[in-house]
Every structure is written in C-alpha cells, then in structure tokens.
C-alpha cells in the first residue's frame, strides 16, 4: 500500500476537477491543466475529495509504484491552479544583473555577452536587485526553468557568486591562504 497514494485530495472552491477516461482536467482561477493518467491507475472525484488509486484489484509492484507517483502529480495540478508555484533563485556576483525584457529575461553574468531566456507559455518572470522568481501553474515547468536559469553561472565554492536556489547552502571552501597556513 502506499502511504502517500491512499491519501485522498481535498479540492478547493473555486477549483473543477474532471476526469474523461484517461484524461483529467483541472481548471481554477489561475488557469487550466491537463495531463493523460495511465491506463493502471484510477483516477475518481467524490465530492469535494479526488481518490485515486490502481485499477486493478490486485496491483502489480510497479503499479503500487506508480500510484503515489499520480496522486502527488494530480494535487500538484490542484495547487497550481488555485495559488500557483514559485521559485526564487539569487545571484551573487560583480556586475551580474537580470532585465525583463518583455515577458523575457535578459541576464548579465561576467560573460561579454548577455543571455536571453525565453518565457515559456505558463511561466512569468519577476525580477528584484539581486533576486529572480519564476512563477507558473505547472510546478515541473517552474522547476525545468529555475534550474535552466541555474545552469547560467552556477555557484562556485570559493567566494559563493552564481546563481543559486533562495534556500541553497553552498558549502565554500578555504582558499589558497588556509592550505599554506597549516
């Protein structure tokens, strides 16, 4: 059994949840998602609670497996369609700055050049002084572009500049002063 895939979901007011064959629909008032569920898993809305659950009476290991998978992804679509994701990324670093340039994101990273990072359908930037957020309904998309963004100029461990996660801790290492010292 699985303790996450048991759990049933409870779905907000203003928020739709419909389910046609292998396809479920999730519409609030931030937007609407959709996405195929497999054929070995059910997928039913009771209520004001969606459960779901394997099809058969009897699951397989990998259908036990796939079951919690399919019920966190279904309440990851409720919440996005009712308050949204975000990420926070912050960067560190002389001279690094980050524009919006439309619904793009312009970033100045000590490169000679600047990188455009297209918004895709869903995802809109917010940038602050030494902060950037990503924002969208889909909370795999928010995280696919925050770790693109990431990729840029990632952390280094000696002075800490890059683009990092709001949360991430870089462990920083001693330089080359701490190694003749000892």
Sequence with gaps: ??????????IPSGVTVTVSGTLATVKGSKGTLTRTIPADIAVSVEGDTVVVSPARENPSRAERAQWGLWRALVNNMIIGVSTGWTESLEFQGVG???????????????????IMVPAPEGITFVTDKTSIRVEGIDKELVGHVASK?????????????????ADEVIKK???????TAA
Excluded: V
Aim: net charge positive; proline share 6%.
């Design 149 to 165: 963004i990431r990729t840029y100029r990632q952390p280094e461990p000696y002075k800490g500049s890059g683009i990092r996660y």
């Design 173 to 179: 290492k001693a330089g080359k002063k701490a190694a």
């Design 1 to 10: 059994m699985s303790k996450i895939g048991k759990k049933p979901i409870h």
């Design 96 to 114: 690094y700055k980050a524009n919006l340039k439309g619904r793009d994101l312009e970033l100045s990273l000590g490169y000679s050049h600047t």
